[in-house]
T-cell receptor, first 116, second 114 residues
């Protein structure tokens, strides 16, 4: 079955530290990849997405992610985090199934806490 | 000018009751979804509708019945509520049901069953 794994459940960083959150997905043919963020008490917002082309994608708020097909990975990075980046981060993979339908499958999320 | 809205935001009820959650999107999208986020923050799709037609129906108890009166609305009715139904329910919408279509999420409805 298709699945998405996020390796770090909790990450604690100081401001200005660099961030890398891991995401791996199980092979499922054609996939499209997303990172969503959920700030405390708020709804999920799209950070960035990858469909094709340059495997290094840039998103909002200085985030970027790199798609490495051979490793089935789509890791999220930010060179210097801020206190306002404290949130839950979700990797999601949209798998295409036979019959023409697709399904967005989420990882378990990584809770990031940034200390000033 | 909220894109995807849900009501109510919080819902506290007793076991055995029936309740509904409403969702509306003003993005002009064709496709809408219901997700359940459990206490460990794990998000899982429950249903998806495209142009008022059900296209995804995950392994969800029959007590859950979605209804889409039009493309802009997708409501979720839950009968005979159980403790395990306590969760945050998110509605989402996308332009089409395609895999490259970004899903936009509502603010969530926190359901607590006592």
């Amino acid at each position: 079955a298709q699945s998405v794994s996020q390796h770090n459940h909790h990450v604690i960083l100081s401001e200005a530290a660099s961030l890398e959150l891991g995401c791996n997905y199980s092979y499922g043919g054609t996939v499209n990849l997303f990172w969503y963020v959920q700030y405390p008490g708020q709804h999920l917002q799209l950070l960035l997405k990858y469909f094709s082309g340059d495997p290094l994608v840039k998103g909002i708020k200085g985030f970027e992610a790199e798609f490495i097909k051979s490793k089935f990975s789509f890791n999220l990075r930010k060179p210097s985090v801020q206190w306002s980046d404290t949130a839950e981060y979700f990797c999601a993979v949209n798998y295409m199934f036979s019959g023409g339908y697709n399904k967005l499958i989420f990882g378990a999320g990584t809770r990031l806490a940034v200390h000033p | 000018d909220t894109a995807v809205s849900q009501t109510p935001k919080y819902l506290v009820t007793q076991m055995g009751n029936d309740k509904s959650i409403k969702c509306e999107q003003n993005l002009g999208h064709d496709t809408m979804y219901w997700y359940k986020q459990d206490s460990k923050k794990f998000l899982k799709i429950m249903f998806s509708y495209n142009n008022k037609e059900l296209i995804i129906n995950e392994t969800v108890p029959n007590r859950f019945s979605p209804k889409s009166p039009d493309k802009a609305h997708l409501n979720l009715h839950i009968n005979s509520l159980e403790l395990g139904d306590s969760a945050v329910y998110f509605c989402a919408s996308s332009l089409r049901p395609g895999s490259t279509d970004t899903q936009y999420f509502g603010p969530g409805t926190r359901l607590t069953v006592l």
